[in-house]
């Protein structure tokens, strides 16, 4: 299939674009870069080096002899989506391209108002290119499970059966998000729901839990094809940053109880979700919704199973409960529908303790980059933040790209 990947220079979106033209498909890799601007700005850096996107394609050319066309592209101008739409024959679009941290969309008003804008207008524009220029295409578009909140009941796929004052119907599930970030992916549903509706446009939303990995095997190829890994506490993912305090001696930072409990998946299913719901197009018209997550686990859970797997080759492992910086349920009820991605043939790789020594062993490659200061949350969700992380030093400014991989 030829498909664009839209934030292909992110953690998720460079090993699909990898995962995908290694398995034939025609990939065109389009991203502005807004993320390595952000990192210098929030004083962030990937633990692990990556290339630039023109290194990274060049690699994947030499090694493979196939071709990811990179495109350097914003999608809040709808006149340069437009033309990329246009530009090519496409039969999908999958779109990654977001603000994704929901501590940065904490930060202050403007941040705020910087995620939704950014992200709510790219797919607007999205959905207005192709309704102009690929009414058949298929959006594969990331949303999230946070955008379900914790309720006290069943969280289905998408839809809920009601039945009210006698009457029946099928609705969209309700939606109780934790952050503006994670607002900006319920009105992103929305919007998306309705032009299925209205257009007929065709689309699979994929409400992804929390991801974490190191790669997949084609990222693990050569150092200029690997992707991102953020242990800080704007991007940083929960296990990941779990792993890379583990690998420093650095106390687990769990938030509050450790009672949330969340659908996490590993970053090998992601990139099989995104060509399994590729593969198999919703009919014209038609909104799907899949939960992509494959096992949920408490904050607390993971903490242990990390000191678990270390205790198994004798180290140590303490665990820190911190005041929660976020304002959310620490103890609630938690189970998630995940069925649809299984249908369609995903086979889930679990949270064994090989994985989290394969996490662990990366970082500790890489342990000596580690900044313990960035363990520490800077972002509070009653509060906020000053969004003032210091003037970017000279060795940030140049976090960008590695040089030792360029
Ligand atoms: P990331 O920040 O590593 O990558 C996102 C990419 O999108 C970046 O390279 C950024 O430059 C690009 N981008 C942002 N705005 C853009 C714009 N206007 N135009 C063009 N490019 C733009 O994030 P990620 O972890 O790879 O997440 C990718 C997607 O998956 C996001 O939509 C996120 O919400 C979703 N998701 C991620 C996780 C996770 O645990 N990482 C979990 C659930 C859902
Ligand atoms: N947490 C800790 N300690 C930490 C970091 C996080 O206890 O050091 C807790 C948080 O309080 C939260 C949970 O771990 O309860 C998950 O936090 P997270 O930062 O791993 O994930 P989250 O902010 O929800 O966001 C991430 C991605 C986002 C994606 C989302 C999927 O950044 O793009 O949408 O996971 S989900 O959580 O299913 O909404």
């Known amino acids: 299939m030829r498909v664009i990947v839209f934030g292909a220079d992110g953690y998720l979106g ?24 952000w990192d210098v700005l929030c004083g962030t850096e990937s633990l692990v080096p990556i290339a630039s996107m023109k290194r990274r394609v060049e690699r994947w050319k030499a090694l493979t002899g196939r071709e990811i066309k990179w495109e350097k592209l914003d999608l809040t101008s709808l006149a340069d989506t437009t033309a990329l739409i246009t530009q090519y024959q496409l039969e999908a679009v999958v779109h990654f ?13 403007q941040h705020a108002v910087e995620t939704q804008v950014n992200n709510v207008v790219g797919t607007l524009n999205l959905l207005f290119a192709l309704r102009e220029s690929a009414p058949d295409c298929h959006l594969v578009k990331l949303g999230t499970m946070g955008e379900y909140g914790t309720p006290n ?47 007929g446009i065709r689309a699979t939303d994929l409400n992804q839990g929390v991801v974490y990995g190191t790669g997949i095997p084609e990222t693990d190829m050569h150092g200029q094809l690997r992707t991102r890994f953020d242990y800080d506490d704007i991007w940083g993912t929960v296990l990941n940053r779990f792993c890379s305090q583990a690998a420093i001696g650095y106390p687990l930072t769990v938030y509050g109880e450790g009672g949330q409990t969340r659908g996490f998946l590993d970053i090998r299913d992601t990139v099989r979700c995104v060509e399994l719901a ?22 607390r859970e993971l903490a242990e199973r990390i000191k678990a797997a270390r205790a198994h080759h004798g180290l140590e492992t ?63 969700w009653r509060r906020g933040g000053t969004g003032d992380f210091g003037k970017p030093s000279a060795r940030r400014r140049r976090v960008a790209v590695a040089p030792g991989i360029r």
């Not at 391209?97 to 008003?109: C, D, H, K, V």
């Not at 590729?278 to 904050?299: K, Y």
Request: include cysteine; charge should be neutral.
């Open 97 to 109: 391209a977001e603000q994704r941290s929901a501590p940065y969309s904490m930060i202050s008003a």
């Open 318 to 380: 303490s665990i820190e409960h911190l005041p929660n910086p976020r304002t959310e349920l620490e103890a609630h009820y938690y189970n998630a529908k995940h069925q649809h991605l299984l249908d369609l043939g995903l086979v889930p790789h679990k949270l064994e303790d090989s994985l989290i020594d394969r996490v662990i062993g990366l970082v500790e490659r890489y342990k000596k980059r580690i900044r313990p200061e960035l363990f520490v949350p800077r972002v509070d």
């Open 153 to 199: 009941i069943d969280i289905e796929e998408g839809f809920i059966d009601i039945e009210h004052n006698g009457r029946k119907d099928r609705l969209p599930f309700p939606k109780q998000p934790g952050s503006f970030y994670h607002l900006s992916k319920v009105h992103d549903s929305h919007n998306i729901m309705f032009t299925c509706r209205v257009w």
């Open 278 to 299: 590729m593969l198999n197009a919703p009919e014209r018209g038609e909104f799907r919704v899949f939960n992509q997550f494959t096992e949920q686990f408490s904050v």
């Open 14 to 37: 460079w090993p699909t674009s990898l995962h995908l033209s290694a398995r034939g498909h025609d990939v065109i890799a389009a991203d502005n870069l807004i993320r390595r601007r």
